[in-house]
């Protein structure tokens, strides 16, 4: 498992992770299958990218590789409740990763955007719990192109998260995942060079732990004595 990064730059927590040699490979192998005509995923999706496709990947082999990714994110989710309780004077929550039992769905599964020139995600959010997007393909020319701007904001093919008026900036890099809560706002810029920039997306819906829903959304109080 490969070491991730967790930050609040404006509250909500963002999770990066570069993702397993293996699961990347597996990723990438599938790709030709999403371009298949039964896969259009463009009706359900806001993007304004001419080609975005549902993935079909055999599901035990997908969630066996983002389970782990998921568990962390929840770890540091746990970890932050308890600094917030604490300053507060709040009973501490007590929770043993190893012992519990986590479930989800993914209601209409992974999908993949097929970036163009000039093509771009406007801002928005998703439904479900929390939301992931993997970087697949970055070509080096969009990254020459961001580098090689002369407009004061070089964000080329950049993933752009916003929370009320704060907003950060964030470089896609191939092999990277990011894991946020679904309702924070999000956008893809454009870019001008003929390529095709590569990303996949996907929700969990409905976290349990235990059979209690995840204290996802920011919750600023715990009640004593709770328990995931």
Same mark, same amino acid.
């Given at each position: 498992?490969?070491?991730?990064? /967790?930050?609040?730059? @404006?509250?909500?927590?963002?999770?990066? $992770?570069?993702?397993?040699?293996? @699961?990347?490979?597996?990723?990438?192998?599938?790709?030709?299958?999403?371009?298949?005509?039964?896969?259009?995923?463009?009706? @359900?999706?806001?993007?304004? =990218?001419?080609?975005?496709?549902? !993935?079909?990947?055999?599901?035990?082999?997908?969630?066996? @590789?983002?389970?782990?990714?998921?568990?962390?994110?929840?770890?540091?989710?746990?970890?932050?409740?308890?600094?917030?309780?604490?300053?507060?004077?709040?009973?501490? /929550?007590? %929770?043993?990763?190893?012992? +519990?039992?986590?479930?989800?769905?993914?209601?209409?599964?992974? %999908?993949?955007?097929?970036?163009?020139?000039?093509?771009?995600?406007?801002?928005?959010?998703?439904?479900?719990?929390? +939301?992931?997007?993997?970087?697949?393909?970055? #070509?080096?020319?969009?990254?020459?192109?961001?580098?090689?701007?002369?407009? $004061? !904001?070089?964000?080329?093919?950049?993933?752009?998260?916003?929370?009320?008026?704060?907003? =950060? /900036?964030?470089?896609?890099?191939? !092999?990277?995942?990011?894991?946020? #809560?679904?309702?924070? %706002?999000?956008?893809?810029?454009?870019?001008?060079?003929?390529?095709?920039?590569? +990303?996949? +997306?996907?929700?969990?819906?409905?976290?349990?732990?235990?059979?209690?829903?995840?204290?996802?959304?920011?919750?600023?109080?715990?009640?004593?004595?709770?328990?995931?």
């Amino acid at each position: 498992m490969s070491e991730y990064n /967790v930050t609040y730059p @404006f509250g909500p927590l963002i999770y990066t $992770s570069d993702i397993s040699g293996e @699961f990347y490979e597996f990723l990438l192998d599938g790709l030709d299958d999403c371009k298949l005509e039964d896969y259009d995923a463009r009706k @359900f999706l806001v993007g304004n =990218i001419d080609e975005q496709r549902f !993935a079909p990947y055999d599901p035990p082999r997908f969630t066996k @590789f983002v389970d782990p990714h998921l568990i962390n994110y929840l770890i540091e989710k746990h970890k932050r409740i308890n600094q917030v309780n604490e300053i507060c004077n709040k009973e501490l /929550v007590e %929770w043993d990763h190893n012992k +519990s039992q986590v479930a989800y769905h993914m209601a209409e599964g992974p %999908w993949v955007n097929f970036q163009k020139n000039g093509e771009f995600n406007p801002m928005h959010n998703h439904g479900g719990t929390l +939301s992931v997007v993997i970087f697949l393909k970055i #070509p080096e020319e969009i990254n020459e192109e961001r580098r090689k701007s002369t407009f $004061s !904001a070089k964000a080329s093919g950049c993933l752009q998260f916003m929370f009320f008026d704060q907003h =950060i /900036v964030v470089e896609p890099k191939e !092999a990277m995942m990011y894991i946020f #809560p679904a309702y924070l %706002w999000h956008s893809v810029y454009p870019f001008v060079t003929d390529t095709e920039r590569i +990303s996949m +997306s996907f929700n969990f819906h409905d976290i349990l732990i235990d059979g209690k829903p995840a204290p996802i959304n920011d919750t600023i109080f715990i009640e004593g004595n709770s328990q995931y």
